[in-house]
């Protein structure tokens, strides 16, 4: 089992960047697949970034592309997510993840951090 907790969330204005970081404990997390979902005010919580247990593939979803970068650090057992251009729709509470085996890099995954709040003004 592996325990996840995130930080670096915040306020930030529209067009700035933020940088999450989330933290693992438990199982060796070389082993683990690790994601990024969000989960907005009403709605559903949906994938935002994924990255392979070497991390040598990612995955985005549309909305982020281009925008946030996932990368791993296996030697801190820490997965970031760097957030740029940020708009009001990224508003949402950003939720880490973990998950092992080898289903695609946007689902499966079965262990989740509490969360961390990301606001963005416009």
Not at 3 to 23: K, R
Not at 45 to 59: D, L
Not at 89 to 117: F, H, I, K, S
């Amino acid at each position: 089992q592996v325990q996840l907790v995130e930080s670096g969330g915040g306020l930030v204005q529209a067009g700035g960047s933020l940088s999450l970081s989330c933290a693992a404990s438990g199982r060796p997390f070389s082993r683990y697949v690790m994601g990024w979902f969000r989960q907005a005010p009403g709605k559903e919580r949906e994938f935002v970034a994924a990255i392979s247990s070497s991390g040598g593939r990612t995955s985005y979803a549309d909305s982020v592309e281009g925008r946030f970068t996932i990368l791993r650090d296996n030697a801190k057992n820490t997965v970031f997510l760097q957030m740029n251009f940020l708009n009001a729709e990224d508003t949402a509470v950003y939720y880490c993840a973990a998950r092992t085996g080898m289903a695609p890099l946007t689902t499966g995954y079965n262990y989740w951090g509490q969360g961390t709040q990301v606001t963005v003004s416009s």
